[in-house]
């Protein structure tokens, strides 16, 4: 089955921290992998995709086939840096994208 | 920069009524899609359309939902007899195409939707 789990609900860290959120996936096949955020009172927009292999707003990505792992990585986490982060893989079909639950991620001052 | 558009933001509706949802995607895109959110749950793909023609839909998507693309710039779900369980947060994305790699969605900001 294809599956992505985000098993965090909530994640707090203080600002200047490093922060990690996790994706895992289930897929049997060569997935394609996404983090998508959604910032307070904002739409849902792309802010990585690990074909691209790019850092955006300091955040990076790896795809890791064996532990069948996509976590979203900042090292120093920034105030505004505070909404939820969805973590999407696109399926067999490639059409239709397959979410985690998402990760509400708050950044202390 | 461009956006995809969606009307009405909120409507309440009673159970058994008929609900529209409008959307106006990137006008360069070629592919649509319909997603929604259930209040506290993941996002769900319901449909994929292009060529003016369904190419994916989910379970989820069935006799009740239909889409149109009725003049080449709104692309409409149509959720007819609505139940309680359609009450949720629908988004509409779009693409402009869908080969590995370059297959990146842009969302509306959704249309709430409340059944009674």
């Known amino acids: 089955a294809q599956r992505v789990t985000q098993p965090e609900k909530l994640l707090s860290v203080f600002k200047g921290a490093p922060v990690e959120l996790k994706c895992n996936y289930s897929y049997s096949g060569s997935p394609e992998l996404f983090w998508y955020v959604q910032y307070s009172r904002q739409r849902l927009q792309l802010l990585l995709r690990?074909?691209?292999?790019?850092s955006i707003k300091g955040f990076t990505a790896d795809l890791n086939k064996g532990e069948t792992s996509f976590h979203l990585k900042k090292p120093f986490a920034q105030e505004e840096d505070s909404a939820m982060y969805y973590c999407?893989?696109?399926?067999?079909?490639?059409?239709?994208?397959?979410w985690g639950a998402g990760t509400k991620l708050i950044i202390k001052p | 920069e461009p956006e995809v558009t969606q009307t009405p933001s909120h409507q309440v509706t009673q159970m058994g009524q008929e609900v529209i949802l409008r959307c106006v995607p990137i006008s360069n895109h070629l592919y649509f899609y319909w997603y929604r959110q259930i209040l506290g749950q993941k996002v769900e793909f319901l449909v994929s359309?292009?060529?003016?023609?369904?190419?994916?839909k989910s379970e989820i998507f069935d006799d009740q939902f239909s889409v149109e693309r009725p003049d080449g710039s709104n692309f409409t779900l149509k959720i007819r007899s609505t139940k309680l369980e359609d009450s949720a947060m629908y988004f509409c994305a779009s693409s402009p195409e869908q080969r590995s790699g370059a297959n990146v969605l842009t969302f509306g900001a959704g249309s709430r939707l409340t059944v009674l």
């Open positions: 359309f292009y060529n003016n023609e369904i190419s994916e």
């Open positions: 999407a893989l696109r399926g067999r079909s490639n059409y239709q994208l397959i």
């Open positions: 690990h074909i691209s292999r790019e």
